[in-house]
């Protein structure tokens, strides 16, 4: 009997591996067509969002911490870090119009001593100031959702950057709240003397509050007997404190210790 063969069934399989194999390719060519697009728009949307930190360009400190200042509606924390531009700017808008928010502002020692006549003044009673001795950097935060930074580089005055980046700002908003804490009441902070805000009363009073012997820490401090508790008499005298308890207790309300 004759066999009839149809020339398509002669390399079946090789015929469906070619067709497979050319499928796979084309789905790659349209996978990688794909890819590419879609980095291409993402490039796009990426060159119109605006940047998180805003270099200062041409705008002037104060025109920019007034329309800062002015958005707050919660909280508006402002660090001092001495005197300055943004010292200025800052004094200036919350004394000549006043915040709606709740506004703190957390000075440097020598800040408050330079501009303790202008803070008093400033409007209550949504307004709070503290002293801290921890090493403060001048910022201002608004609403936890915008910050302004100047620039502390040599030859940058008038320099300044608006960041918008939510993590950044939370991050400096966290810095300014542990500042805040261990700061003291403007008043309390001037009402002390400076002989009390030097290291080697720091020393004393840490000695007092830990329990030591004045023996004891006396020579921790390197200083005689006779000295060490004049200083001891003369910070109880400062400090309206009537025991060595007492005096500690009362450095620490005002800010001369850590809790």
């Known amino acids: ?102 506004v703190r502002v957390l000075c440097t020692a020598e800040a408050a001593e330079v501009s303790a006549n202008r803070l008093h003044r400033l409007p209550e009673p949504k307004l709070e100031v503290r002293v801290s001795d921890s090493e403060l950097r001048g910022i201002l935060v608004v609403d936890g959702v915008a910050a302004l930074v100047p620039a502390n580089s040599p030859g940058s005055t008038g320099q300044f950057a608006v960041v918008n980046d939510a993590a950044a700002v939370r991050a400096l908003e966290l810095l300014f709240a542990g500042a805040w804490s261990g700061g003291r009441d403007l008043a309390d902070h001037l009402q002390l003397s400076p002989r009390l805000r030097t290291e080697l009363v720091r020393n004393i009073l840490e000695r007092l509050r830990a329990g030591h012997t004045d023996e004891a820490a006396a020579r921790e401090i390197n200083v005689s007997l006779r000295t060490y508790r004049r200083y001891v008499a003369e910070i109880m005298r400062e400090l309206d404190a009537n025991s060595r308890f007492q005096a500690g207790v009362r450095a620490v309300e005002f800010g001369l210790l850590s809790a």
């Open 1 to 102: 009997m004759d066999v009839v063969v149809d020339p398509l069934d002669l390399d079946t399989t090789g015929g469906w591996a070619a067709g497979e194999h050319a499928a796979h390719l084309e789905h790659a060519l349209l996978q990688a067509r794909t890819l590419i697009e879609s980095t291409v728009s993402m490039h796009r949307r990426r060159s119109v969002i605006p940047s998180p930190v805003a270099r200062s360009g041409g705008a002037q400190l104060g025109d920019v911490m007034e329309q800062l200042i002015g958005r707050g509606r919660h909280s508006v924390a402002i660090a001092l870090n001495g005197p300055g531009e943004f010292a200025e700017s800052a004094l200036r808008l919350l004394g000549k119009n006043p915040a709606r928010a709740t």
